[in-house]
């Protein structure tokens, strides 16, 4: 008894310990279990593949890259992997600041990176870390032939990602989550391209006609 008493009182002292993380863990886990038609525990739902599979036979057309924007750990980007010509480059950008187990920014970058093993060793696939400022800063490679955006979901940063990919003058522009749930994703893709652009889910896919501009 005396044991069962002293086991229970080290739980709860651990519990408050933690108090403050599981605090984030419950409302997450909350959040996916009552919406899981949204979003499949941040990753992209069965509908929304369909947007993914239509994007990449489009960009199959052009050359140069596919860049996925939000890497979280790897679901998508093995779904690219998988859809894309082997020779393909896929690039996919992460810095790790978010996702929906309240992992810290090392396991998540641990567990991507077990995930994605077989991707970036045989499948032409890399892994940027680091935001999507810094990569758009640095990148001096091919035009991406498509640009999959998935990453911070306010107004001001899905209108940077989709304007980086424009000035790129990237032919096929996507990105998940125009719903509801995420009304910045909705406002930006409106601005940039009107109605002009189809919906899977809520995977969008633009076709951009904007030519690359030239570098200042
Ligand atoms: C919704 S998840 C991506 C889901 C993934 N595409 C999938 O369906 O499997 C968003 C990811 O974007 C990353 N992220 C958010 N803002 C970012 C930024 N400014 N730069 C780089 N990565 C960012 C987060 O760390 C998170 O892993």
Request: hydrophobic share 35%.
């Amino acid at each position: 008894m005396r044991r069962k008493i002293k086991r229970a009182v080290s739980h709860l002292r651990s519990l408050w310990r933690h108090r403050r993380h599981l605090k984030n863990v419950v409302n997450t886990h909350l959040y996916f279990i009552e919406n899981p038609n949204t979003s499949l525990w941040g990753g992209i739902t069965t509908a929304d593949e369909e947007g993914l599979r239509a994007s990449v036979a489009l960009a199959a057309k052009y050359p140069g890259p596919i860049v996925e924007v939000g890497t979280l750990f790897g679901w998508t980007t093995q779904l690219l992997a998988t859809l894309k010509a082997p020779e393909r480059e896929l690039i996919s950008i992460d810095n790790y600041c978010w996702n929906p187990f309240c992992l810290s920014q090392a396991d998540h970058r641990a567990i991507t990176h077990r995930s994605l093993r077989y991707c970036l060793e045989r499948c032409n696939t890399s892994l940027f870390e680091g935001t999507t400022h810094e990569f758009y800063r640095r990148y001096r490679g091919a035009t991406p032939s498509m640009v999959f955006i998935d990453a911070d979901h306010s107004y001001r940063e899905s209108n940077a990602d989709i304007q980086w990919a424009r000035d790129m003058g990237v032919p096929i522009i996507t990105g998940h989550d125009y719903q509801a749930l995420h009304p910045g994703v909705i406002q930006a893709v409106n601005e940039q391209f009107g109605k002009a652009f189809e919906l899977h889910g809520s995977v969008w896919i633009a076709e951009n006609k904007t030519p690359k501009r030239a570098a200042a």
